[in-house]
């Protein structure tokens, strides 16, 4: 995946939280290994948030400016050497996407700002850590994330990994920011199993984010030059990778003590995860993505 150089970037759709001072935290109560992957499989990459406190000894996180960011992120050309100027022109990407498709069904999109923070991080969904992985918060309307989650990724997952990943991984996110703006969200519970609401949301994000991967090479910037030039088929099959990783069943083999249960799916297998980021890479459709009007979510 590469960046057009001349492409100009936005850098007021990210605030950059890691000079806050905010410190790694520990989880509280007594989680342990099991109550962490349990509380990874309802919070990581969902708009379904846990209530606040649910984690112990949280660090205070306060805003910061993003001058750093606006000094070195400028074009596509910080983006391709910079991996902070990447996220944030996939962003761009991702939001110019969306503001497009809203305005072709005469709606408006509303931009919202990414979070980066490191270890601990305040919401007005409540505290989180850095081990319940990206997310976005429905309260503010925003996406947060550690990072660093993308090296978790590939050390503790085994993705591939690679800035293609990076992008579904975000792409997933701001697809719940569509869902909480078309009040999908809102007809989901916090339910569990293979056909439940939670699991149709997260498939349909993992779909929105393949609609948005159609049409990245033609997403134009600030300056109206395309963002992303260039999207490999070996960036489509390491997302797919990934994809498959952080499939329930994936995780609970690997990360949650090697026994399948799918009642306790939130999420939807590897392959299912895969074939929706599929379906919306193949049509570039968001209504091609309606999970919810589907019987057969295989």
Sequence with gaps: ????????????????????GGRVAGVGGGLGVVGLIVYFLIQQFTGIQLPAGGLEGLGNNTQVESGTLLEKCKTGADANRDSDCRVLATINSIQGFWTDQFKRS?????????????GSVNTRCGNATSAVGPFYCPADSQVYIDLDFF??????FGATGGPFVEAYVLAHEYGHHVQNQLGTSDRVGRETGPTSGSVRLELQADCYAGSW????TTVPGA??????SN????????ALDAAARIGDDFIQSNLGGGRVDTTQFSHGSSAQRQKWFTTGLETGDPARCNTFDTNNLG
């Design 231 to 238: 999207i490999t088929q070996e960036d489509v099959n390491a």
């Design 151 to 156: 090296n978790e990724l590939r050390t503790k």
């Design 106 to 118: 005469g709606n408006t999109y509303q931009v919202t700002k990414t979070n980066f923070f490191r």
């Design 1 to 20: 995946m590469q960046f057009n150089e001349g492409a100009e970037l936005d850098t007021s759709q990210v605030s950059d939280q890691r000079g806050s």
């Design 223 to 228: 300056n109206g030059q395309p963002l992303i």
């Design 213 to 216: 991967a159609n049409h990245a």
